[in-house]
């Protein structure tokens, strides 16, 4: 794994459970010299015991490995506060309104930051009736590619995926978009405003 719950993770997270090392090592099956030897980083718990730890603090596993629990403070989504996470073995895209903590194959992910395109990631978008028209002039070769491209509304997103070897072009209903964000499976997020494209 890519990372792993440490023992000032596990220290912290039990003491906001107002919990102690021997009501912990008791839910777990170990002594309490273990948890004490976790919490000052002589050891760490076995694999097998991450989900059965996560489950006594009340976390699910991705939140135990992240250090923290993700909770819901607004209770709306905002588009505002979109992320992207790609997972670097199995190519899966997955897309938040707000903070997560996400894992995929077996890793954690990071939120994605967008960067603005430069001149080897340029895109081409025009205004067609009620449609955006994206063109991605970019290499599409099997190990460097456009991996998708992504709409985001007022009210939600349109995702499009692109494949090696095929065209990196998506047509989008025009309603709402605000941004476009495209992604390169070698140099990361790239976003642009779509409030100046003039139609054609």
Not at 178 to 191: A, D, P
Request: hydrophobic share 35%; with cysteine; proline share 4%.
């Amino acid at each position: 794994m890519d990372q792993y719950v440490t023992g000032s993770i596990i220290k912290r997270l039990r003491e906001s459970r107002k919990m102690t090392q021997l009501q912990l090592a008791e839910a777990l099956n170990v002594s309490d010299k273990t948890i004490s030897k976790w919490e000052n980083g002589r050891g760490y718990p076995d694999i097998a015991l991450l989900e059965p730890l996560a489950k006594t603090l009340r976390l699910s596993v991705s939140e135990l490995l992240a250090g923290e629990s993700i909770s819901n403070t607004n209770r709306c989504f905002n588009m505002k506060k979109i992320k992207f996470y790609v997972c670097p073995i199995c190519g899966n895209v997955i897309i938040t309104t707000g903070r997560a903590a996400i894992s995929c194959c077996g890793i954690m992910l990071p939120d994605l930051e967008p960067e603005t395109a430069d001149s080897t990631h340029t895109v081409h978008v025009e205004q067609v009736e009620d449609e955006y028209y994206v063109a991605i002039d970019h290499e599409m070769g099997k190990k460097h590619y456009i991996s998708f491209v992504v709409a985001v509304k007022e009210d939600g997103y349109d995702l499009k995926k692109f494949y090696p070897e095929g065209a990196a072009e998506a047509r989008f209903k025009r309603s709402n978009v605000r941004n476009l964000y495209y992604y390169c499976n070698q140099h990361g997020l790239f976003q642009i405003p779509l409030g100046s494209v003039k139609s054609r």
